[in-house]
Structure formats: structure tokens, C-alpha cells
């Protein structure tokens, strides 16, 4: 179930999907190593060969109204949502076929120029690699509200080529005692080629069979204008400068990063060759800081930045109607994202009382946001996406965890953990009530908001050979959206549970762990409950050492698990059910430990 943030409308979308796959790889590799007193080097090579099947039926259909609060199966109820409400269905079958290979070769090479610890890095990397695909698609199309059935079939010829190359060199140079410096450069090169033939057969199908030919690779139902023929190429500088100070238990880095990039991109429209460039310089600072006292704490904050290329498909301006309700529509002059990244930690260990506190505390934002722009017919659920730069995303994590036990009661541990956090997503919609697709030239920028907690809390209890723990945990979830039309979702996880453990000196040991999880908030009713769930596991160990054991394990004895996902996004939340995961299985295992080494060079703790 999809819920889409619209400004003056609201969306639902329920999908009903079986999927088959099958694949097949080979996937060989070779490591070669040369050492002496001061240089290494390292040889890496790997070929991978790939071939894979997947045919997929699905049934989808959206409507203005929450449709769960009218049935709780609005595909297969005849009586449900009502029929005003309703906008669209799509009834799709697919196959696609692929065959990819990829090689890959890397040349790694340190040298050391004296034993004061100058040192020079050197390393290369190549991959290339080649993918064919052929996709048929079949839509069937009602628009409710005018009355319209639709027909779209269609076949993907895509083959393309990638190449990609990499180089690197480092330089370490000590200035004086506890002071480094390091100057690197790395360049990467890449190159994508894709020719992606689009044949519109629709009704016309049968007109075109002809003896030894595929009826959907004729010149009479071939697409100019649904075809991708583009060329990307894209360089990437990286140049640092970075100075490392090492004093008695304290570790400081500090240098600035310097990351030029430039993206070629090439492709014909109407056979008509188009070029487009874009330039884009990052400057931003690099550093860390370790803190260690003794072996009661430490401390450590470090700051990164790093960039994204968008993938060749966001950059052509050809629409992609793969999904005939979703067209998607690229962007010649996208550029790259930038993320800031700042991570603390902060660790506390007292081994008396085996007592150990962690906090982490994370802050990032993102120059430059690859998001959607959004065109939106309501007259029919039509929508059509454009990746465009925006910014104004960020977002904040923390996490923490505290275990302890007690000095008069050593029996007992406490195990308490969680994590919290809060992120501002940006997009842009434009919500055309037309009924043709043209869209509209006025944005709408929206934020989503998204807060989530999760905390989890055991007792555990230890006396000789038994070990039992009760515990809880719950998870929360806020989202809000700017939008008018957006509901306000909280959706809630909880759970609590008991464990125990046997381990007898005769070399039996059982465990099991049974607990209640529940859900609630979730838009779909039948997402919502509670799940009696019981794990259990039996092993038996013998022979000298023990060398050997014999395991068995359980899970979800009653049946009752259930694969559920909700996931949201800046524009919209989706909910995933997977109702054909088999949950509840039993493993069968048996382990034998043995050293080829003999007993006395294995227990040489440097082997």
C-alpha cells in the first residue's frame, strides 16, 4: 500500500504482486602477493558472469480514499471502495531476460623510501563490463473517472557498456616525531554506454508475425521517441592535503579535500545528437580526533564529505513509460550531491563491574539533494518525475547503549539500548488538474519531517548452567508533511519476550525464545496485530576439545511471523507485505573443527 503527499488531493495505491526469478552465475578470482623488505605488491583479479530470469504478474489500484477503511481486501472485494472514489486500475504481466559480465583487475603497490616511515602508495583499478536485457510488458488500463480503457504493451532491447578506471597515489612523509603528512591524489574515470530500443506493439501484435522474425523488433511498431542512445562520461578529481598528530594517547587529523568533477553526457532524441557538461567544484575540510585513556574510555569526533554521481538514467530528457501510471523523465542538467557527514562516539568501560556505556551522536546534510519534481494528474493518477538539485536536506541520529551488572548482585545484568533520531526532507510537486499530461510551470516546495525511537530492555539472569532473560522493546515512528493533503502517520512496534538457556557439562545445551510483537498505526488493517512467535535450538557437543557438534534449530514454531516493511519517503509512505516468505523452517547442522597446522604451531597465538 502506497499513500502519497499531494497539496490538495489525497492518493492510495494498493498493489497485488507474484514474482518468479531464477539466476545463474560463475564467478572466478586470482590474488597474487610479492613482498621484500620495502616494497609489496598486490595483484587482484576477478570475472563474473551473470544470467538471470524474471517474470512478474501484478494488479494495482488507486483511489482518493483510504480504501482499508471500507475492506480489508480492496483488489479482490467486489463491494469496497466506492466507485466515485476510485481513479485508475492496471492489470500487468512481465518478462525480462538478462545476461551481464563483468572483469575487474586492481594493482596495489607500497613502497617504503627509508625506515623513518616515508612512504609512497600506488594503485590501479580497470572494470569493465557488459549487460543485455530484453523486457515485454503488458498494461491494462480503466480510468474510472472518464471512462477510458487503455492498452500498453511494450519490448526493451537493452544492451549496454561500462567501463570504469581508477588511479591513486599516496604519499606519507614524517615531519618530526608524532606529526605526519599526507598528500594524495586519485582520479576516476567512467564510461557508460546504453542503446535501449523501444517497440510499441498495443493491439497491433498479431499484425506483424512474420516467419523467423520476432514480431516486436519490426521497423513498423519501433519508438524514436521512447528509445535511449546516450554516451556519459564523468571524471572525478579527489586532492587532499592532511596532517596527522599522534601524542601519547591522543590522535588528531586535520587537512581540506579538494574534489573537481565534470559529466559528458551524449544522446539522441528524434536522431537528432544533443551534448550536454556540467562542471562542479567541493571544497570541504577533513578531521578526526581519538581520545583514549588508558583502558577506562575514549573519545572520537570526525568529519567527511563526500559526493554522488547521478546514474546515467537521471540525466536523459527521454520519458521512460515502463510503468504506464508512473513516467519517469531525466535531467541533462543535474549535478552531483555533497554530504556532510560529523560523527562522535563516546565509549566508558569499567571491567570490575563489567559495566560498559556507548553514545554516538551523528549530523549530516546534503548540498545539492538529488529529489523529485513531481507532475500530478488527478483526473486520472497520472504522475510523471524529474530528478532535479535542491537543498535543505539533513538529518540527526543518536544511539546509545548502557549494559551492567551489580556488585552484591553478580547473577543479574542490565542490557538497555536505543536510538533516536530526526531528518527534513525537501521536494518539489506541481499538481496538475488537467487531463492532458503537460504539467505545469509552477513548483511547490514541501518538507517531510520524520522522527523515529527505539528502545530495548533486558534483564538477564545467570546461576550455573542456566541463563534466562526477560525483555521489551518499543519502536515509534512520526511523519509529517507540509502538504494539505498528507495524513498525519505514527506507527508503533513493541514487543516483549522471554529467553532461556541449558548449557549441561555433558555437552547438551537447549535455548528458546518466545515473545509477543505488535503493530500498530500502520495504514493497512491487516498489517495490524500481534504475532505470537517462539525460536528454539538444540545442539550436542563431543569429541576431544569439543571438536564437533550437532545442531538444530527452529523457527517460528506456530506459524505466525509476518514479513511487513514501511518505509517512508519525502514523497509518500509505502507498506510492504510479503506474504509468501516461508518463516517458519528448521536447520539441520553439524560442525568439525580441526587444525592443519598441529596442535603445537595453532596454539602459537601469531598463526
Same mark, same amino acid.
Given at each position: 500500500l502506497t499513500e502519497s503527499y499531494l497539496q490538495n488531493e489525497k492518493s492510495y495505491g494498493q498493489t497485488a504482486s507474484t514474482s518468479k526469478s531464477k539466476g545463474h552465475s560463475l564467478t572466478t578470482s586470482l590474488q597474487l602477493e610479492w613482498t621484500n623488505k620495502k616494497t609489496t605488491v598486490n595483484i587482484e583479479s576477478s570475472f563474473r558472469l551473470h544470467h538471470s530470469a524474471y517474470n512478474s504478474q501484478y494488479q494495482s489500484q488507486t483511489s482518493d480514499v483510504d480504501p482499508y477503511c471500507y475492506t480489508h481486501n480492496p483488489l479482490r472485494d467486489k463491494v469496497g471502495v466506492p466507485h466515485q472514489n476510485l481513479i485508475n486500475r492496471n492489470d500487468n504481466r512481465s518478462s525480462d531476460e538478462s545476461d551481464n559480465y563483468t572483469f575487474s583487475t586492481l594493482v596495489r603497490v607500497n613502497h617504503k623510501l627509508n625506515g623513518r616511515g616515508r612512504v609512497v602508495n600506488v594503485e590501479g583499478r580497470v572494470e569493465a563490463g557488459h549487460s543485455w536485457g530484453e523486457m515485454f510488458s503488458l498494461s491494462n488500463l480503466h480510468f474510472f473517472r472518464i471512462q477510458k480503457t487503455d492498452y500498453a504493451t511494450r519490448f526493451y532491447d537493452s544492451p549496454s557498456h561500462t567501463l570504469?578506471?581508477?588511479?591513486?597515489?599516496?604519499?606519507?612523509?614524517?615531519?618530526?616525531e608524532g606529526l605526519k603528512m599526507l598528500a594524495e591524489y586519485e582520479l576516476n574515470y567512467r564510461y557508460q554506454?546504453?542503446?535501449?530500443?523501444?517497440?510499441?506493439?498495443?493491439?497491433?501484435? !498479431?499484425?506483424?508475425?512474420?516467419?523467423?522474425?520476432?514480431?516486436?523488433?519490426?521497423?513498423?511498431?519501433?519508438?524514436?521517441?521512447?528509445?535511449?542512445? !546516450?554516451?556519459?562520461?564523468?571524471?572525478?578529481?579527489?586532492?587532499?592535503?592532511?596532517?596527522?598528530?599522534?601524542?601519547?594517547?591522543?590522535?588528531?587529523?586535520?587537512?581540506?579535500? !579538494?574534489?573537481?568533477l565534470r559529466t559528458e553526457t551524449q544522446y539522441d532524441r528524434y536522431r537528432?545528437?544533443?551534448?550536454t557538461s556540467r562542471t562542479v567544484m567541493n571544497w570541504s575540510p577533513e578531521f578526526s580526533l581519538y581520545y583514549k585513556h588508558e583502558d577506562r574510555w575514549n573519545l572520537s569526533?570526525?568529519?567527511?564529505?563526500?559526493?554522488?554521481?547521478?546514474?546515467?538514467?537521471?540525466?536523459?530528457?527521454?520519458p521512460d513509460d515502463t510503468d504506464p501510471l508512473h513516467v519517469r523523465m531525466g535531467n541533462p542538467?543535474?549535478?552531483?550531491?555533497?554530504?556532510?557527514?560529523?560523527?562522535?562516539?563516546?565509549f566508558v568501560f569499567e571491567p570490575e563491574m563489567q559495566r560498559q556505556m556507548s553514545l554516538s551522536a551523528s549530523v549530516q546534510e546534503v548540498r545539492n539533494a538529488m529529489t523529485h519534481r513531481v507532475y500530478y494528474n488527478s483526473l486520472v493518477g497520472w504522475r510523471r518525475t524529474t530528478p532535479v538539485n535542491i537543498n535543505g536536506d539533513r538529518s540527526l541520529n543518536t544511539a546509545w547503549t548502557v549494559g551492567t551488572s551489580f556488585k552484591s548482585c553478580a547473577d543479574w545484568y542490565i542490557d538497555f539500548q536505543g536510538e533516536t533520531g530526526r531528518s527534513r526532507?525537501?521536494?518539489?510537486q506541481h499538481l496538475d488538474m488537467a487531463s492532458d499530461k503537460t504539467g505545469g510551470d509552477v513548483d511547490l516546495e514541501y518538507t517531510t519531517h520524520q522522527t523515529y525511537v527505539q528502545n530495548y530492555l533486558g534483564?538477564?539472569?545467570?546461576?550455573?548452567?542456566?541463563?534466562?532473560?526477560?525483555?521489551g522493546y518499543v519502536s515509534y515512528e512520526r511523519v509529517r508533511s507540509s502538504l494539505y493533503g498528507a495524513d498525519k502517520r505514527d506507527t508503533w512496534v513493541f514487543g516483549y519476550g522471554f529467553s532461556g538457556r541449558v548449557d549441561a557439562d555433558c555437552g547438551v545445551s537447549a535455548a528458546v525464545d518466545v515473545y509477543n510483537n505488535s503493530r500498530r498505526g500502520f495504514i493497512g488493517t491487516e498489517l495490524n496485530g500481534n504475532e505470537f512467535l517462539c525460536d528454539a535450538e538444540v545442539s550436542y557437543s563431543f569429541l576431544k576439545g569439543p571438536s564437533a557438534t550437532v545442531r538444530l534449530q527452529a523457527c517460528d514454531l506456530f506459524r505466525n511471523r509476518a514479513t511487513t516493511i514501511g518505509v517512508a519517503g519525502v514523497s509518500g509512505r509505502r507498506e510492504t507485505a510479503y506474504t509468501c516468505n516461508v518463516n517458519s523452517y528448521a536447520i539441520f547442522g553439524f560442525t568439525y573443527r580441526f587444525s592443519v597446522f598441529g596442535r603445537s604451531r595453532a596454539s602459537n597465538p601469531k598463526n
Amino acid at each position: 500500500l502506497t499513500e502519497s503527499y499531494l497539496q490538495n488531493e489525497k492518493s492510495y495505491g494498493q498493489t497485488a504482486s507474484t514474482s518468479k526469478s531464477k539466476g545463474h552465475s560463475l564467478t572466478t578470482s586470482l590474488q597474487l602477493e610479492w613482498t621484500n623488505k620495502k616494497t609489496t605488491v598486490n595483484i587482484e583479479s576477478s570475472f563474473r558472469l551473470h544470467h538471470s530470469a524474471y517474470n512478474s504478474q501484478y494488479q494495482s489500484q488507486t483511489s482518493d480514499v483510504d480504501p482499508y477503511c471500507y475492506t480489508h481486501n480492496p483488489l479482490r472485494d467486489k463491494v469496497g471502495v466506492p466507485h466515485q472514489n476510485l481513479i485508475n486500475r492496471n492489470d500487468n504481466r512481465s518478462s525480462d531476460e538478462s545476461d551481464n559480465y563483468t572483469f575487474s583487475t586492481l594493482v596495489r603497490v607500497n613502497h617504503k623510501l627509508n625506515g623513518r616511515g616515508r612512504v609512497v602508495n600506488v594503485e590501479g583499478r580497470v572494470e569493465a563490463g557488459h549487460s543485455w536485457g530484453e523486457m515485454f510488458s503488458l498494461s491494462n488500463l480503466h480510468f474510472f473517472r472518464i471512462q477510458k480503457t487503455d492498452y500498453a504493451t511494450r519490448f526493451y532491447d537493452s544492451p549496454s557498456h561500462t567501463l570504469q578506471t581508477s588511479g591513486k597515489v599516496t604519499y606519507i612523509e614524517p615531519l618530526f616525531e608524532g606529526l605526519k603528512m599526507l598528500a594524495e591524489y586519485e582520479l576516476n574515470y567512467r564510461y557508460q554506454r546504453m542503446n535501449q530500443s523501444v517497440y510499441d506493439l498495443d493491439k497491433m501484435f !498479431a499484425e506483424f508475425q512474420k516467419e523467423g522474425v520476432h514480431p516486436w523488433k519490426t521497423p513498423e511498431v519501433y519508438r524514436d521517441s521512447l528509445s535511449k542512445f !546516450a554516451t556519459n562520461r564523468y571524471w572525478n578529481h579527489r586532492m587532499r592535503l592532511m596532517f596527522q598528530y599522534v601524542y601519547g594517547n591522543l590522535n588528531m587529523k586535520i587537512g581540506v579535500q !579538494a574534489n573537481p568533477l565534470r559529466t559528458e553526457t551524449q544522446y539522441d532524441r528524434y536522431r537528432i545528437s544533443v551534448d550536454t557538461s556540467r562542471t562542479v567544484m567541493n571544497w570541504s575540510p577533513e578531521f578526526s580526533l581519538y581520545y583514549k585513556h588508558e583502558d577506562r574510555w575514549n573519545l572520537s569526533m570526525q568529519y567527511t564529505g563526500h559526493s554522488v554521481q547521478p546514474d546515467i538514467f537521471y540525466l536523459l530528457p527521454i520519458p521512460d513509460d515502463t510503468d504506464p501510471l508512473h513516467v519517469r523523465m531525466g535531467n541533462p542538467g543535474l549535478r552531483p550531491s555533497f554530504t556532510h557527514t560529523l560523527t562522535t562516539n563516546f565509549f566508558v568501560f569499567e571491567p570490575e563491574m563489567q559495566r560498559q556505556m556507548s553514545l554516538s551522536a551523528s549530523v549530516q546534510e546534503v548540498r545539492n539533494a538529488m529529489t523529485h519534481r513531481v507532475y500530478y494528474n488527478s483526473l486520472v493518477g497520472w504522475r510523471r518525475t524529474t530528478p532535479v538539485n535542491i537543498n535543505g536536506d539533513r538529518s540527526l541520529n543518536t544511539a546509545w547503549t548502557v549494559g551492567t551488572s551489580f556488585k552484591s548482585c553478580a547473577d543479574w545484568y542490565i542490557d538497555f539500548q536505543g536510538e533516536t533520531g530526526r531528518s527534513r526532507r525537501v521536494g518539489l510537486q506541481h499538481l496538475d488538474m488537467a487531463s492532458d499530461k503537460t504539467g505545469g510551470d509552477v513548483d511547490l516546495e514541501y518538507t517531510t519531517h520524520q522522527t523515529y525511537v527505539q528502545n530495548y530492555l533486558g534483564v538477564q539472569w545467570t546461576k550455573g548452567v542456566f541463563v534466562l532473560k526477560p525483555y521489551g522493546y518499543v519502536s515509534y515512528e512520526r511523519v509529517r508533511s507540509s502538504l494539505y493533503g498528507a495524513d498525519k502517520r505514527d506507527t508503533w512496534v513493541f514487543g516483549y519476550g522471554f529467553s532461556g538457556r541449558v548449557d549441561a557439562d555433558c555437552g547438551v545445551s537447549a535455548a528458546v525464545d518466545v515473545y509477543n510483537n505488535s503493530r500498530r498505526g500502520f495504514i493497512g488493517t491487516e498489517l495490524n496485530g500481534n504475532e505470537f512467535l517462539c525460536d528454539a535450538e538444540v545442539s550436542y557437543s563431543f569429541l576431544k576439545g569439543p571438536s564437533a557438534t550437532v545442531r538444530l534449530q527452529a523457527c517460528d514454531l506456530f506459524r505466525n511471523r509476518a514479513t511487513t516493511i514501511g518505509v517512508a519517503g519525502v514523497s509518500g509512505r509505502r507498506e510492504t507485505a510479503y506474504t509468501c516468505n516461508v518463516n517458519s523452517y528448521a536447520i539441520f547442522g553439524f560442525t568439525y573443527r580441526f587444525s592443519v597446522f598441529g596442535r603445537s604451531r595453532a596454539s602459537n597465538p601469531k598463526n
